[in-house]
């Protein structure tokens, strides 16, 4: 499904989030708050908007991903490997960061690709994530609900692929409430687990700090 949308996945998430998710992705590699030339992983890096932005920073970037179509695609510059996220071919504790955008309700065993994250972040290291979310306010999400479920297929199907674009108004299912993505970043080795709604709960940025002393 992701090598199918990958050619026009750039286009289509500009139209759906009307532009809004570049700045949150900025927001997201902010929220590091690492010295420059740290060392990141972009985890399902895709096509490479955090990576450009991280690169941009003066951070050095490795980008993995599952979907080899979404690497084919990637044109932020940076050394790709294909990957799955929850058998990283890395050593331990590599990288002072690790970010990813919009991939947690992709992973099957969210539990499982958490904790290998924490695997190969250094003790001390950073954590950014960004992902989609629900609005608490009653008209924001009557608006989010008919734009998220009816609109944003048809935009999928106009520009990419219809069925991935059903897709992912359906996956936000599979993400945990906040107090259950807490504590599995807690029980990943993550310590100081922070969780902001973006644009009124459009979507989320989460970010933590690896447990242990930094040089351990």
């Not at 941009?56 to 990637?74: H, Q």
């Not at 734009?147 to 674009?165: H, K, M, Q």
Request: with cysteine; charged share 20%; proline share 6%.
């Amino acid at each position: 499904m992701f090598d199918a949308i990958a050619p026009r996945y750039d286009l289509v998430n500009r139209l759906m989030t009307f532009g809004l998710d570049q700045q949150w992705r900025r927001e997201t590699i902010a929220a590091l708050a690492l010295p420059e030339n740290a060392l990141l992983l972009d985890l399902a890096c895709g096509t490479g908007d955090l990576s450009r932005l991280a690169r941009r920073k003066g951070y050095r970037v490795i980008g993995a991903d599952l979907s080899r179509g979404m690497l084919a695609a990637n044109h932020a510059g940076a050394p790709l490997i294909q990957a799955d996220g929850a058998r990283l071919p890395f050593p331990d504790g590599v990288f002072d960061g690790l970010v990813c955008g919009y991939a947690l309700r992709n992973f099957s065993d969210l539990p499982a690709a958490l904790a290998e994250t924490a695997r190969v972040v250094r003790p001390g290291g950073r954590l950014a994530m960004l992902e989609v979310d629900a609005p608490t306010s009653t008209l924001l999400r009557t608006g989010y609900d008919v734009w998220f479920t009816r609109v944003v297929p048809r935009i999928g199907a106009a520009l990419s692929d219809r069925e991935a674009y059903d897709y992912l108004p359906r996956s936000v299912a599979y993400l945990p409430t906040t107090p259950v993505l807490r504590r599995i970043l807690s029980d990943a080795g993550y310590s100081g687990v922070g969780i902001r709604p973006l644009a009124g709960g459009l979507s989320q940025l989460i970010f933590a700090t690896r447990t242990g002393l930094p040089g351990s």
